[in-house]
């Protein structure tokens, strides 16, 4: 399961990622914008720049920003940094492997064999994923609801055009003298 301090520093480098002018951002303004706990926040962005995926500027117009393009960081990077090894069982991780103390042979553990399923599926959908790509897929959801939203209001009208006696009446208001 994706920890809170994972999911915390993922939407903030989306929002860092989706900023078209890639300028440095304050964390309160972060904390604002993604409405995550400031001083929290805090702390992740401040692990995120000690693993290299931002860096930070001091003084008027300081902040956050990425270290590399939003097409160069991989959410799998974010999570490792952030969460540890992807693997959920640690026979079946790469970058801290620990042997099960109850298993006899890994290679006809029927766990080990699907846990390392998991953990490649994982790693490589993870991995194959940039902060870029997931800033596209947000903006088209947004886009297509928007879309759905206009619909919606146009059929909304268009009913009441063919029935007056439902139209909400436009009531003009006076100006105070």
Same mark, same amino acid.
Do not use: W
């Given at each position: 399961?994706?920890?809170?301090?994972?999911?915390?520093?993922?939407?903030?480098?989306?929002?860092?990622?989706?900023?078209?002018?890639?300028?440095?951002?304050?964390?309160?303004?972060?904390?604002?914008?993604?409405?995550?706990?400031?001083?929290?926040?805090?702390?992740?962005?401040?692990?995120?720049?000690?693993?290299?995926?931002?860096?930070?500027?001091?003084?008027?117009?300081?902040?956050?920003?990425?270290?590399?393009?939003?097409? $160069?960081?991989?959410?799998?990077?974010?999570? /490792?940094? %952030? !969460?540890?090894?992807?693997?959920?069982?640690?026979?079946? &991780?790469? @970058?801290?492997?620990?042997?099960?103390?109850?298993?006899?042979?890994?290679?006809?553990?029927?766990?080990?064999?699907?846990? $390392?399923?998991?953990?490649?599926?994982?790693? /490589?959908? %993870? !991995?194959?994923?940039?902060?870029?790509?997931?800033?596209? &897929?947000? @903006?088209?959801?947004?886009?297509?609801?928007?879309?759905?939203?206009?619909?919606?209001?146009?059929?909304?009208?268009?009913?009441?055009?063919?029935?007056?006696?439902?139209?909400?009446?436009?009531?003009?208001?006076?100006?105070?003298?």
């Amino acid at each position: 399961m994706l920890s809170h301090k994972a999911k915390y520093g993922l939407k903030a480098l989306l929002s860092l990622a989706a900023d078209v002018d890639a300028r440095p951002v304050m964390v309160a303004e972060l904390a604002k914008r993604e409405r995550l706990p400031k001083k929290f926040l805090e702390q992740i962005l401040l692990e995120l720049k000690h693993r290299g995926l931002l860096q930070s500027r001091r003084g008027k117009g300081g902040g956050y920003l990425l270290t590399r393009p939003p097409t $160069k960081v991989s959410v799998g990077e974010v999570l /490792r940094a %952030l !969460d540890g090894p992807l693997a959920p069982t640690p026979c079946t &991780s790469e @970058t801290a492997y620990v042997k099960c103390d109850e298993c006899e042979d890994e290679t006809t553990c029927g766990i080990h064999m699907l846990m $390392k399923e998991v953990r490649d599926a994982t790693a /490589r959908i %993870l !991995d194959s994923t940039s902060l870029a790509d997931v800033v596209q &897929s947000m @903006t088209a959801a947004q886009a297509v609801r928007r879309a759905a939203t206009h619909v919606a209001l146009a059929n909304r009208d268009a009913a009441a055009l063919k029935r007056p006696d439902r139209a909400v009446p436009f009531v003009p208001t006076r100006r105070k003298a």
